[in-house]
């Protein structure tokens, strides 16, 4: 008797004929009714099910801790995603709310049914973007990326000749604005003697596109990029954006593009590298860790970093709010480029609770790293940390 | 647009409010659409059907999110002088409709008042605003080492306005007991404006507790801005024991006898056959699982004596296990996602009785629910227990006859389980409150005390402003 419907069974059969034939229908096709018509992108099972939920995840949503607004919440964005997807609705601010949302997938962690409101969103956008109603300034980030091949101006001008065995992907933020965790990298790799290859050509990993609900355009830049890291000969690929990570282990494939090179974070990589080697104590003073989103739900990475912290010689200290139950940056699934308003209010948040600990902070995330920074704070990339400990011993 | 709405739009609304809101409280007033869809209704089960069927109950004429008391003050006066409903807005996760802007008006937002104020470890009292979110409220206390005890099943989804409003109960209420045991002192914005506050003391005779009127008040005499809370410090032992019966009223007896031992374990359930197959999977049995926290030998001793009594009750005992489960699943709310969508209709109803009445109205009601043409699923549990009696929360599901809309079929469960509980000298409800489902049957439930409410309501919002059209207090009924 443990079935999941057995209570209703046994009710079910105490009813009359009629009632027990109703039931079955309405079992068997009930749903159908609220379906859209027409094919969707987005999953609309999860649409209705998350809209009818009591917004159990409410509490963790940092975009509703943000702004305030029950609208902004993980249930309240899907009842409205309900209503644009049935033809109901399609005002601006309806279809601005469809972007409030930093995938961070703290819903998920709450969620019954396991679901990400983040990943819902993301078929809704593509639906949006199918209806022609996506707002003027959401396809100016999308002709943007097209245009430069990455979310900012590539700064880091350094590039490697020929092929090798690891293939350094560095992802917009660090081309842009962290050059010097591309620079640890290198020096590590060479530490190490491995033969790395910079990409002269690296394309964007395309997870805007797939945010904001562009395929075609993501499936452009899989292309190039698949063929680069194929060309370059590697073996392993080490990401140091856990979201370029993500995207090349798992949505890459969804959509066809194998990757034949094992992708890895930093974290993971490092860990590996670092096995044997000698390592003194790379920062004398306590810093506190903060966990990336991606990197520890998406890719569930919690010990990586940590063990690798402790490797060179630090304590770390934790925040409440650590592990699974992190904070988002804010600038998750192109929320920084959509609503760079809350995305800020979330950094200050995230930054409040993180300061409590200490002034110094090591993450594993070059965009967490950079807004962080904003906030008059150390910052420290696992892989500097892994430098500085290995340079000293 | 293409949508419906149950209840008529408010068509006299000036949009001169907006501007006068937005000098009282600037940057927090909205009127957009999808906003105004967002809080046209609460958790009220019959709404969610509506909704799927591309029909939002009540439009407001937008929402405030207000930072400070002041800021309420300001807008509830601005709400006399137009004569505009205010409908005070917690999480939206009451369960009767209690939110829904029947009239149109200002929706007051309270989120934006969540700030734990102080916690007074030497009194074990903590003071917050009262738009802060349960499970936030819990997790701030939780890690300086404390908890309220208050853990409704909404403890993720309501607030403690809401809580205070409604006059809520938390999972572990036999021990910590509900809101309106834990609340300590009281701050709000009654319906003119004026504002009160009592004092964080542990009791005073000082007359009756005008602040006091406002707990299950429903948004409807004023704005609870702040109050002073009970704490604890976090339980060091927590202890779990589970045992099934033939019978629920074996289990109800066996309950019985251990509060009148003067022990109150903090979770007590008792699950009647159908539930007991639903969560536990075993059938015809009658699960009761008990959760003892706090002092170590308070607990060893609490345990001890429940575990005699059952007993020597025939209880069979099933260990930790049931009670591990049930403390996984609690907050695993799925049933209206997966029902709604295929035409089923779901609802829960709480009521509480005496001991002397409680089986006889629990059969009465569980008949009445399966009375009703199309009730498939009629099943209860009993939760709260005092050695005074019970509350029962029953659980029916089913599907409208042909020719019958869903609304009259929800109607006429709740009808059913209405009239049977007060037959049976029931109250009608034990924590969900009255809002728009219930109010018709507040009159018989109060007797003569509705006429002291509505004379009450009348003296403190002569303009009817406050949330209008719920519980049955107002003039336009
Ligand atoms: C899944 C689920 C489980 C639940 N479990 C429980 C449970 O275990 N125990 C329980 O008691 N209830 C439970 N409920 C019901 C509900 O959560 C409670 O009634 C809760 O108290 C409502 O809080 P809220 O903040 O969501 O209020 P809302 O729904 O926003 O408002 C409820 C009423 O209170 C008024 N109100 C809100 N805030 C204020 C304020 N600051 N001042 C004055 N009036 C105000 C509103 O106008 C409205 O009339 C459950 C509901 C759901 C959906
Ligand atoms: S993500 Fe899950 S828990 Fe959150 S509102 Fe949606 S269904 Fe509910
Ligand atoms: S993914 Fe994050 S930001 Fe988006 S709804 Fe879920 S919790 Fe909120």
């Given at each position: 008797?443990?079935?999941?419907?057995?209570?209703?069974?046994?009710?079910?059969?105490?009813?009359?004929?009629?009632?027990?034939?109703?039931?079955?229908?309405?079992?068997?096709?009930?749903?159908?009714?609220?379906?859209?018509?027409?094919?969707?992108?987005?999953?609309?099972?999860?649409?209705?099910?998350?809209?009818?939920?009591?917004?159990?995840?409410?509490?963790?949503?940092?975009?509703?801790?943000?702004?305030?607004?029950?609208?902004?919440?993980?249930?309240?964005?899907?009842?409205?995603?309900?209503?644009?997807?049935?033809?109901?609705?399609?005002?601006?601010?309806?279809?601005?709310?469809?972007?409030?949302?930093?995938?961070?997938?703290?819903?998920?962690?709450?969620?019954?049914?396991?679901?990400?409101?983040?990943?819902?969103?993301?078929?809704?956008?593509?639906?949006?973007?199918?209806?022609?109603?996506?707002?003027?300034?959401?396809?100016?980030?999308?002709?943007?990326?097209?245009?430069?091949?990455?979310?900012?101006?590539?700064?880091?001008?350094?590039?490697?000749?020929?092929?090798?065995?690891?293939?350094?992907?560095?992802?917009?933020?660090?081309?842009?604005?962290?050059?010097?965790?591309?620079?640890?990298?290198?020096?590590?790799?060479?530490?190490?003697?491995?033969?790395?290859?910079?990409?002269?050509d690296e394309w964007c990993c395309a997870s805007p596109f797939i945010n904001?609900?562009?395929?075609?355009?993501?499936?452009?830049?899989?292309?190039?990029?698949?063929?680069?890291?194929?060309?370059?000969?590697?073996?392993?690929?080490?990401?140091?954006?856990?979201?370029?990570?993500?995207?090349?282990?798992?949505?890459?494939?969804?959509?066809?593009?194998?990757?034949?090179?094992?992708?890895?974070?930093?974290?993971?990589?490092?860990?590996?590298?670092?096995?044997?080697?000698?390592?003194?104590?790379?920062?004398?003073?306590?810093?506190?860790?903060?966990?990336?989103?991606?990197?520890?739900?998406?890719?569930?990475?919690?010990?990586?970093?940590?063990?690798?912290?402790?490797?060179?010689?630090?304590?770390?200290?934790?925040?409440?709010?650590?592990?699974?139950?992190?904070?988002?940056?804010?600038?998750?699934?192109?929320?920084?480029?959509?609503?760079?308003?809350?995305?800020?209010?979330?950094?200050?948040?995230?930054?409040?609770?993180?300061?409590?600990?200490?002034?110094?902070?090591?993450?594993?995330?070059?965009?967490?790293?950079?807004?962080?920074?904003?906030?008059?704070?150390?910052?420290?990339?696992?892989?500097?940390?892994?430098?500085?400990?290995?340079?000293?011993? | 647009?293409?949508?419906?709405?149950?209840?008529?739009?408010?068509?006299?609304?000036?949009?001169?409010?907006?501007?006068?809101?937005?000098?009282?409280?600037?940057?927090?007033?909205?009127?957009?659409?999808?906003?105004?869809?967002?809080?046209?209704?609460?958790?009220?089960?019959?709404?969610?059907?509506?909704?799927?069927?591309?029909?939002?109950?009540?439009?407001?004429?937008?929402?405030?999110?207000?930072?400070?008391?002041?800021?309420?003050?300001?807008?509830?006066?601005?709400?006399?002088?137009?004569?505009?409903?205010?409908?005070?807005?917690?999480?939206?996760?009451?369960?009767?409709?209690?939110?829904?802007?029947?009239?149109?008006?200002?929706?007051?937002?309270?989120?934006?008042?969540?700030?734990?104020?102080?916690?007074?470890?030497a009194s074990l009292m903590v003071t917050a605003q009262t738009g802060i979110?349960?499970?936030?409220?819990?997790?701030?206390?939780?890690?300086?080492?404390?908890?309220?005890?208050?853990?409704?099943?909404?403890?993720?989804?309501?607030?403690?306005?809401?809580?205070?409003?409604?006059?809520?109960?938390?999972?572990?209420?036999?021990?910590?007991?509900?809101?309106?045991?834990?609340?300590?002192?009281?701050?709000?914005?009654?319906?003119?404006?004026?504002?009160?506050?009592?004092?964080?003391?542990?009791?005073?005779?000082?007359?009756?507790?005008?602040?006091?009127?406002?707990?299950?008040?429903?948004?409807?005499?004023?704005?609870?801005?702040?109050?002073?809370?009970?704490?604890?410090?976090?339980?060091?032992?927590?202890?779990?024991?589970?045992?099934?019966?033939?019978?629920?009223?074996?289990?109800?007896?066996?309950?019985?006898?251990?509060?009148?031992?003067?022990?109150?374990?903090?979770?007590?359930?008792?699950?009647?056959?159908?539930?007991?197959?639903?969560?536990?999977?075993?059938?015809?049995?009658?699960?009761?699982?008990?959760?003892?926290?706090?002092?170590?030998?308070?607990?060893?001793?609490?345990?001890?004596?429940?575990?005699?009594?059952?007993?020597?009750?025939?209880?069979?005992?099933?260990?930790?296990?049931?009670?591990?489960?049930?403390?996984?699943?609690?907050?695993?709310?799925?049933?209206?996602?997966?029902?709604?969508?295929?035409?089923?209709?779901?609802?829960?109803?709480?009521?509480?009785?005496?001991?002397?009445?409680?089986?006889?109205?629990?059969?009465?009601?569980?008949?009445?629910?399966?009375?009703?043409?199309?009730?498939?699923?009629?099943?209860?549990?009993?939760?709260?227990?005092?050695?005074?009696?019970?509350?029962?929360?029953?659980?029916?599901?089913?599907?409208?006859?042909?020719?019958?809309?869903?609304?009259?079929?929800?109607?006429?469960?709740?009808?059913?389980?209405?009239?049977?509980?007060?037959?049976?000298?029931?109250?009608?409800?034990?924590?969900?409150?009255?809002?728009?489902?219930?109010?018709?049957?507040?009159?018989?439930?109060?007797?003569?005390?509705?006429?002291?409410?509505?004379?009450?309501?009348?003296?403190?919002?002569?303009?009817?402003?406050?949330?209008?059209?719920?519980?049955?207090?107002?003039?336009?009924?």
């Amino acid at each position: 008797m443990k079935s999941k419907y057995a209570w209703i069974m046994d009710s079910l059969a105490k009813t009359s004929f009629s009632t027990k034939a109703r039931a079955m229908r309405h079992f068997l096709i009930g749903k159908k009714e609220y379906l859209r018509r027409k094919k969707t992108r987005a999953d609309m099972d999860s649409v209705i099910k998350c809209a009818l939920c009591p917004n159990m995840c409410k509490f963790d949503c940092p975009v509703l801790a943000a702004e305030k607004n029950d609208a902004m919440s993980p249930s309240g964005k899907t009842r409205i995603a309900y209503f644009i997807e049935t033809d109901r609705l399609n005002s601006q601010d309806a279809i601005e709310l469809m972007y409030k949302c930093a995938g961070c997938d703290a819903c998920m962690q709450w969620c019954p049914f396991d679901f990400s409101v983040g990943d819902i969103l993301k078929g809704v956008r593509e639906d949006i973007a199918g209806m022609s109603l996506a707002p003027p300034r959401i396809i100016k980030i999308k002709e943007n990326l097209e245009k430069n091949h990455t979310i900012h101006e590539r700064k880091y001008d350094k590039s490697t000749d020929g092929k090798g065995d690891v293939l350094y992907f560095m992802g917009c933020e660090v081309s842009s604005e962290r050059g010097e965790i591309a620079d640890s990298m290198t020096k590590i790799f060479e530490g190490a003697g491995e033969k790395y290859v910079l990409l002269k050509d690296e394309w964007c990993c395309a997870s805007p596109f797939i945010n904001l609900g562009f395929t075609d355009e993501f499936k452009k830049f899989a292309e190039h990029n698949v063929k680069a890291i194929e060309e370059s000969g590697c073996r392993t690929m080490v990401c140091s954006c856990p979201t370029c990570t993500y995207v090349f282990r798992h949505i890459y494939p969804q959509f066809g593009f194998e990757i034949k090179a094992r992708v890895m974070h930093t974290s993971e990589y490092l860990l590996r590298l670092m096995e044997n080697k000698k390592m003194a104590k790379a920062i004398e003073k306590e810093c506190v860790y903060h966990d990336p989103c991606a990197l520890i739900r998406k890719l569930g990475l919690e010990e990586e970093p940590r063990k690798i912290a402790k490797r060179a010689g630090m304590k770390i200290k934790e925040t409440y709010f650590n592990r699974k139950d992190t904070k988002c940056c804010g600038m998750g699934c192109s929320l920084g480029s959509t609503n760079p308003d809350i995305a800020s209010k979330m950094a200050d948040a995230r930054l409040e609770e993180l300061k409590k600990q200490s002034d110094c902070i090591v993450t594993a995330c070059p965009t967490c790293n950079t807004t962080f920074r904003k906030g008059g704070v150390e910052v420290y990339d696992i892989s500097e940390i892994v430098l500085k400990a290995w340079e000293k011993a | 647009m293409v949508y419906g709405t149950v209840y008529p739009k408010n068509e006299t609304f000036d949009k001169r409010i907006i501007e006068q809101l937005n000098s009282i409280v600037p940057g927090g007033v909205s009127d957009k659409e999808a906003d105004r869809i967002v809080y046209s209704k609460d958790y009220w089960p019959i709404a969610l059907r509506w909704y799927l069927d591309g029909t939002v109950p009540a439009l407001p004429d937008c929402i405030v999110w207000p930072e400070n008391a002041e800021q309420v003050a300001g807008i509830i006066k601005l709400a006399n002088d137009w004569r505009t409903p205010v409908v005070p807005y917690g999480e939206g996760s009451g369960v009767v409709g209690g939110a829904v802007p029947v009239k149109g008006g200002i929706v007051v937002d309270m989120r934006k008042m969540d700030r734990v104020v102080e916690i007074d470890d030497a009194s074990l009292m903590v003071t917050a605003q009262t738009g802060i979110n349960g499970m936030n409220l819990e997790r701030h206390l939780d890690r300086e080492g404390y908890t309220m005890g208050h853990i409704p099943q909404s403890l993720y989804c309501s607030s403690l306005g809401g809580w205070l409003a409604c006059r809520a109960a938390g999972q572990f209420s036999t021990k910590y007991g509900k809101i309106e045991d834990i609340v300590v002192a009281i701050e709000a914005v009654l319906a003119d404006g004026s504002f009160i506050k009592s004092k964080a003391v542990p009791r005073s005779s000082t007359g009756p507790s005008v602040e006091r009127l406002l707990l299950g008040s429903e948004g409807t005499l004023g704005i609870i801005t702040e109050a002073t809370l009970k704490i604890w410090p976090y339980p060091e032992e927590r202890a779990m024991v589970s045992f099934i019966f033939d019978s629920i009223s074996h289990a109800l007896e066996t309950v019985r006898k251990i509060m009148r031992k003067n022990v109150y374990p903090a979770v007590v359930r008792i699950y009647d056959k159908n539930e007991t197959l639903r969560h536990f999977y075993i059938k015809n049995k009658c699960m009761l699982i008990l959760l003892m926290e706090g002092d170590k030998e308070l607990v060893k001793l609490e345990k001890g004596i429940s575990v005699k009594v059952c007993k020597s009750e025939d209880g069979n005992e099933c260990g930790e296990e049931p009670v591990l489960h049930w403390l996984d699943m609690r907050f695993n709310v799925k049933e209206s996602s997966e029902f709604t969508p295929k035409g089923f209709i779901f609802d829960t109803v709480e009521v509480s009785s005496g001991w002397k009445n409680a089986m006889s109205l629990y059969k009465a009601i569980i008949q009445a629910m399966r009375n009703v043409d199309g009730v498939v699923v009629a099943s209860g549990h009993a939760s709260h227990f005092y050695p005074q009696g019970v509350c029962f929360y029953f659980t029916f599901g089913g599907l409208p006859p042909k020719h019958v809309t869903p609304f009259k079929f929800y109607e006429s469960v709740w009808d059913a389980i209405m009239e049977a509980c007060l037959r049976e000298h029931g109250s009608i409800s034990h924590h969900h409150g009255i809002g728009l489902m219930r109010a018709k049957w507040l009159k018989e439930e109060m007797g003569e005390r509705m006429s002291i409410l509505k004379k009450i309501k009348k003296v403190i919002d002569p303009n009817n402003i406050m949330n209008p059209g719920k519980m049955g207090v107002g003039n336009e009924e």
